[in-house]
C-alpha cells in the first residue's frame, strides 16, 4: 500500500504515515528499508499489519524533503529554512511550536497591514481567516488542547460587543435626545457610551488574551495525541 508521511520524530524515531486507504498507521525506524530520514509528506510504499506501517519503502522521486542519515536535507517548493509554509498556513492536522506560531502570526499581520493600504482588495482580508484558523488550531494541538477552542475569542467578541451596542442604544433610548444632540454636545455623548465602554474594552482584551495564551504556554512534552512534538522535527 501507498501513503504519505505525516510526521517523523528522529528523537523517538517513530512517526506516523497516511495511507492512501484513509487509515493512519504509526510505524518506528525499524520499518524503514533504506538509510532515509523521512519528513512529513513524502510519498512511501508500506505494508500494513493492523494499525502499524511496516516494511516502508520511500519512494523515488517524491516530491518532498528527504535527507540521508546523518547527512543534510534537501529542501522543496514547499519548504523553507525548515519551514513548510503550505502546512504551516493551509492544514489543520498535526501541532506547531511556539516559534513557527510566531513567525506565521507576524507574516500574516504584515500582509494584512499592505492590504488593508489598498481599498481594491481590502475584502482579501477574509482569505486570512483560514491560515489564521490553521496556526491556532495547531498552536493548541501543540498543548494538547482541541481546536475548537479556537472560537473562543470570536465569540467572546461578538458577544461583547452585541453588549456594548444594545447599551450605547439603551442609553441614548433613555436620554430621549435626537442623534443631532449627541454629535454637538461631545460631553453627553461621552456620558452615554461610558457604560459600554467596558464591553467594548472586553471585545479586544479577551482576543489579545487568548493570543498570548495559545502563543506563550509551552506545548506537551513527547507525542500527544495530535502527533509528535514539533520540536523534534
Known sequence: MRGEILSYDTTAGAGL??????????????????????????????????????QILILAGAPSTVGVAGG???????????????????????????????????????????????PVINLLGFVLIWPNLA??????????????LVAI??????????????MVMGAAIAGGVGADYYE??????????????????????VPLAFLLWIGLVEGDQGDNRFGPNPKSE
Open 153 to 166: 475569542p470570536w465569540v467572546a467578541s461578538t458577544v461583547f460587543l452585541i453588549i456594548g451596542f444594545f
Open 17 to 54: 504515515i497516511s495511507g492512501d486507504d484513509g487509515v493512519r498507521y504509526s510505524f518506528v525506524s525499524s520499518s524503514l528499508q533504506s538509510p532515509a530520514v523521512p519528513a512529513a509528506g513524502v510519498r512511501v510504499d508500506f505494508v500494513p499489519e493492523g494499525e502499524e506501517a511496516t
Open 184 to 205: 454637538n454636545n461631545p460631553a453627553a455623548l461621552f456620558a452615554m457610551m461610558g457604560p459600554a465602554v467596558g464591553a467594548f474594552v472586553l471585545a479586544a482584551l
Open 72 to 118: 543534510l536535507s534537501a529542501s522543496t517548493d514547499t519548504t523553507l529554512a525548515g519551514f513548510d509554509w503550505q502546512k504551516l498556513f493551509l492544514s489543520f492536522e498535526g501541532r506547531v511550536r511556539r516559534s513557527h506560531f510566531w513567525i506565521g502570526w507576524l507574516v500574516l499581520l504584515g500582509v494584512n497591514v499592505v492590504i488593508s493600504w489598498i
Open 135 to 148: 496556526i491556532s488550531v495547531k498552536r493548541l494541538h501543540d498543548m494538547g488542547k482541541t481546536g475548537w
